[in-house]
């Protein structure tokens, strides 16, 4: 018997010793898996103590190795994170509403002083029927990089380090709802540099560029720290005078704009020159001269060249007799209606080319009105009365069936398998019928979809965008490609180019004009081109315009080229003929150009 249980008792030895090799050889192979993940990882218990971590975890929150973690609490690896805090995100797992993992960014105050940020998922882990936190820990900071460039390409001035005229209309809808608030007064300034044309026709853009930097830290230098200055664009800035007293606020405002056109007299030295320029102000107050953003900028613009037909170098404040711009509205919703019918409409076309091979590859086609009250009318003069009407529908109608007709009169010619991009509005994505009529313009006229591209701004998919999602859905089903235009130009871009699943994204011509002498603007364009070769987009450049421009574009990897370089708006005809003879003469990429 003693035999029996002394074998027994070896055998039972034995099997522990097996069991335990194969739990020691398990839980090695699991370390080597956590530790081959490209992420950090840790797992901790409910009261916040580390039971697993990998090496890359250790590294990011600056230990050396992963075991110095085990066994720590999480507040001792992170100075700035309170037990409470520690405990609340815990807490989250114990919710059964919550989707996992669960995702949050930020940045991370590391023991050796360094901030890191980082995305942390998280998901709930249950061993023993004990509950713990799964967390992995990605390094962002290259990301956030490029998010932080193109949060700075999108709101900030590329040439003066200023507010844009997007960020501008923000802050101003801001500073007007605070002024409603408190009772008070706000005032606009608009300001033109005179005659800065002459400046870049006599010393170049990079002169001109180094004006507008230098007027705009004088500009800032006469603003109180409350005030707001951005470039308007080409020489026009805006200053916004918040929180003024309403019984000052015109005489404050006139005597700001005083101090800025004597400092603006003083003259500037640009490369060794005396650059003498002037300003005019035109001056709108919140509540008296508009009640909203867009009306104290419009009536501030009219004023401006009210200054500037009174001679230059001088200041007006808006008044209703200045109101030209509404009366010029009026002029246009009349001559429209009954202008489609009177066949004054037409369709020109512009030549997109591939920036490496110079082949024509995609026309976008432009609306041009010729009325026959008022003579040519440009299309930002009629198209946002339009659509303040609800006429941009039928206009949008028109186009879409002129553009697809056109395809299809170039069917067996060069331009056969050319794709067209034009233009729509939200008005028209809010139409029911929308889907159907695109659908009905491609097989009427035979053509494939892919030979059809709508070109949608950050607007248009800002407004109702649950049903312009829906809509977009539909339209890709069809196989129409969709682009975003003018990006950069509005703070939704980075979320929308992935929610609504783009194909073609347009980098605004104000980022293109200053990249052969702006190293700021080289920078962004480089970041935006990147940014879109990473979500599998179609880039095109608008508003090229020099052989320099071109060379820098393709040598950054941008798809398509659009601009006066290439082509300006034509007619059909014209159209094919200058396909044909860049057929015939087979353009060298532009990358042969010198720059």
């Given at each position: ?6 074998n ?28 081959s993940?490209?992420?950090g ?10 039971h697993?971590?990998?090496e ?17 609490h ?5 100075p ?18 919550v989707?996992?993992?669960v ?6 105050k590391?023991?050796?002083g ?6 942390m ?30 949060y ?27 002024a ?50 951005a ?12 929180d ?21 007299a ?9 650059i ?8 709108a ?6 009640i ?16 500037k ?7 007006r404040m ?9 009366k ?21 076309y ?48 028109w ?21 067209i ?35 949608l ?6 407004d ?20 975003l235009?003018?990006?950069g ?6 979320s ?5 699943q ?19 603007s ?33 040598r ?11 082509a ?28």
């Amino acid at each position: 018997m003693a035999w029996f249980l002394g074998n027994s008792a070896l055998k039972m030895l034995s099997m522990l010793g097996l069991v335990y090799a194969v739990q020691d050889e398990i839980q090695q192979r699991y370390a080597r898996t956590i530790d081959s993940l490209s992420h950090g990882f840790l797992i901790r218990d409910r009261r916040g103590y580390v039971h697993v971590a990998n090496e890359r975890c250790a590294k990011l929150l600056g230990f050396d190795t992963a075991q110095e973690l085990l066994g720590m609490h999480v507040c001792d690896l992170l100075p700035n994170l309170t037990r409470e805090m520690a405990d609340h995100y815990f807490r989250r797992f114990e919710t059964s509403d919550v989707q996992f993992p669960v995702s949050d960014t930020g940045v991370m105050k590391l023991r050796n002083g360094n901030n890191l940020p980082v995305e942390m998922l998280g998901s709930p882990y249950i061993e023993r029927g004990r509950l713990y936190c799964l967390v992995q820990l990605l390094d962002i900071s290259e990301r956030k990089k490029k998010d932080d460039l193109l949060y700075q390409a999108a709101r900030i001035d590329p040439v003066t380090g200023f507010f844009n005229r997007y960020a501008l209309t923000a802050m101003l809808e801001q500073a007007l709802a605070k002024a409603a608030a408190d009772g008070r007064a706000c005032a606009v300034l608009f300001i033109d540099l005179d005659k800065f044309k002459r400046v870049n026709e006599s010393f170049g853009h990079a002169a001109g560029d180094e004006l507008l930097r230098n007027a705009a830290n004088r500009l800032h230098s006469l603003l109180r720290p409350t005030d707001l200055l951005a470039r308007f664009g080409g020489d026009e800035f805006i200053a916004i005078l918040p929180d003024i007293s309403l019984n000052s606020a015109e005489q404050m405002a006139s005597d700001c704009a005083t101090e800025i056109i004597a400092a603006m007299a003083k003259g500037f030295e640009l490369s060794y020159h005396a650059i003498s320029v002037t300003a005019s102000i035109g001056i709108a107050c919140y509540p008296h001269q508009g009640i909203d953003s867009d009306t104290l900028l419009r009536n501030a613009d009219v004023a401006m060249y009210e200054a500037k037909k009174a001679g230059r170098g001088e200041q007006r404040m808006f008044n209703d007799a200045m109101n030209v711009a509404a009366k010029d509205g009026l002029l246009i919703d009349g001559a429209l209606r009954g202008a489609l019918e009177a066949n004054e409409f037409y369709l020109v076309y512009q030549a997109i080319t591939n920036a490496h091979t110079g082949k024509l590859t995609k026309v976008e086609a432009l609306l041009r009105w010729n009325s026959s009250l008022l003579g040519p009318v440009s299309p930002d003069r009629f198209i946002p009365v339009a659509e303040d009407s609800g006429m941009i529908i039928a206009l949008g109608t028109w186009v879409l069936d002129q553009a697809c007709r056109q395809i299809g009169r170039w069917k067996r010619s060069v331009l056969d398998d050319v794709t067209i991009s034009i233009n729509v509005s939200a008005w028209q994505l809010a139409d029911p019928d929308f889907v159907a009529l695109v659908s009905q313009a491609l097989i009427r006229n035979g053509l494939s979809p892919h030979q059809l591209e709508l070109e949608l701004t950050e607007r248009v998919l800002i407004d109702d965008a649950g049903n312009v999602q829906a809509v977009l859905a539909q339209l890709r089903a069809l196989g129409v490609g969709m682009s975003l235009d003018d990006f950069g130009t509005g703070y939704s871009s980075l979320s929308y180019l992935t929610q609504f699943q783009l194909n073609t994204l347009k980098i605004d011509r104000a980022f293109v004009m200053d990249i052969e002498h702006s190293e700021r603007s080289n920078n962004l364009v480089h970041a935006i081109i990147a940014m879109g070769h990473s979500l599998g987009l179609q880039l095109v450049a608008e508003g090229v315009e020099t052989a320099g421009q071109a060379a820098i574009l393709e040598r950054m990897g941008c798809h398509y080229l659009q601009g006066y370089y290439i082509a300006r708006p034509i007619a059909p005809d014209e159209l094919l003929r200058f396909a044909n003879e860049r057929v015939a003469t087979a353009p060298a990429p532009y990358t042969d150009f010198a720059i």
